[in-house]
C-alpha cells in the first residue's frame, strides 16, 4: 500500500476539549516517515484477522480489533490529508509536547482512499532539551529544543469511507480517541450497582468497589452487560462451579461474592465464562476468548 499526500498531526488535549495540531516537517523528514509509516502500515494491515471489537478478548498474535460503523469524534470529522496544512501548528516547547496524546498521519493511497493511522504518544517519547546528543561529522552537539521519538508500530487505523477502526489495544487506543460510548469500564457506582443484584450477596462492597483495578472494572462492565444471573439460579451456578473447582457458595438463596480479591477474581471469571476445561487433558484453563466455536 503506497501513501501519498503524507501530513503528520499531534492528537492533543483531553475530551472534550481535544484537537488536531499540524507537524510542520522538513522535505526529506516527510518523504522519510512517508516511507516509514507506509511499512508500519503494510505491516498492520497484513494481521490475519480482524475480530469485532469485544471488551471481554485480547487480540492474539496476528489479530486485531475492528469496529464497524464507527463514528468518529467531531475533532477528527471531515479531516482529511487535504485539510490538515489549515490547522493549527503544534506549539513549541515541552509544555506543548507534554499536552500530546497521540499522533496522527493523513494521507492517501494510490487509488485515492483517505486512510489516518495513529502511533502511540506518551511522556517517554518526548526527548527534552539537554538530554540528547546529534552527531554532525565527528562531533556531538546538543539542541536547546525538545524533540519527539516515535514508535515503530501502529496503534491504530481509520478508514474514512468505510467507518472501519482497527486497533490491537483498547488501552492505549482510548488514550488518543475516546471508545467510551464502545465500551466503558465499570464505575464505582456501577460495581455497586452490579453487587446489588438481587442473586448476590457481597460480603464487602467497598472492598471491590472502591479503587478497584482496570481487570475488575472491565470484568464488572461484562457482568452487567450479560444475563447469566437472570438466567441461571445460585443453585445452577453453584452446580456448574463444580465442573471448573471453583467454590461458589449460596447463602439464604444468594451466591455469596468474596471481599477476597483473588477468590473474587476466580468467581468474575467464571461468571463471565473465562474459564473452559481441556478437552482432552482435562485441565482448567483461563481464556479471554468470549469467541463461539465455529
Known sequence: MVLRNFKLAAVTGREPERHLRRIVLHQDLQRQLAGDWEEQLNQ??????????????????GECFEIADFEPPEWLTDQDSTTIPSCEILGRGEDALADVRG??????????????????????????????????????T???????????????????????????????????????HVFAEASEEQIRAALAHPQLAPEDIDSLAIGASQWFRKRFALLQAQNVLDDYTPQQIQARARTCHVTVSVHQGRIVFPADKREAKRLLQFLNEELFRGPITDTLFATNSKREAE
Open 44 to 61: 498492520f494491515m497484513a494481521l490475519d484477522e480482524a475480530v469485532p471489537f469485544d471488551p471481554g478478548y485480547t487480540p492474539e498474535d
Open 103 to 140: 499522533l496522527a498521519a493523513f494521507a492517501r493511497t494510490a487509488g485515492g482512499q483517505e486512510l489516518v493511522i495513529f502511533q502511540n504518544f506518551t511522556r517517554g517519547n518526548i526527548i527534552r532539551a539537554g538530554r540528547f546528543m546529534l552527531l554532525q561529522q565527528d562531533t556531538f
Open 142 to 180: 546538543g539542541s536547546p529544543d525538545p524533540g519527539l521519538r516515535l514508535d515503530q508500530k501502529l496503534a491504530a487505523v481509520y478508514i474514512p469511507d468505510e467507518q472501519r477502526l482497527l486497533f490491537q489495544s483498547f488501552r492505549i487506543t482510548n488514550t488518543f480517541i475516546s471508545l467510551a
